[in-house]
């Protein structure tokens, strides 16, 4: 079974930029599209951004547009978020998930990881 973990999530004030890493143990990711999702306390989880098997195609919310970037190594199996200037309202905990669909469906999504929490706040 693939097995997740994500990772680089930190208190940062706002402005600042973080880099969230996801990766697989056991298994390669090639074979799956990766999206990344958030849960802020007393909120649902959303959809932040997604990336397909070759990367080639790639996905983002509309309140993280301009400011994050998806992007993916095959070859080291990892996949990245680059969050910049973060604000207070990206504070949450961050799932990578990996699936056969590029979305905002978490139900698509087939593995997840167990987070990696961002805090946003000066």
């Known amino acids: 079974q693939l097995q997740l973990v994500e990772s680089g999530g930190d208190l940062v004030q706002p402005g600042g930029s973080l880099r969230l890493s996801c990766t697989a143990s056991?298994?390669?990711?090639?074979?799956?599209?990766i999206g990344w999702f958030r849960q802020a306390p007393g909120k649902e989880r959303e959809g932040v951004s997604c990336?397909?098997?070759?990367?080639?195609?790639?996905l983002y919310a509309d309140p993280v547009k301009g400011r994050f970037f998806i992007s993916r190594d095959n070859a080291k199996k990892m996949v990245y978020l680059q969050m910049d200037s973060l604000k207070p309202e990206d504070t949450g905990l961050y799932y990578c998930?990996?699936?056969?669909?590029?979305?905002?469906?978490?139900?698509?999504?087939?593995?997840w990881g167990q987070g990696t929490q961002v805090t946003v706040s000066s």
């Open positions: 998930a990996a699936g056969a669909v590029c979305g905002w469906n978490a139900g698509g999504y087939d593995y």
């Open positions: 056991r298994f390669t990711l090639d074979y799956y599209n």
């Open positions: 990336i397909t098997r070759s990367g080639r195609s790639t």
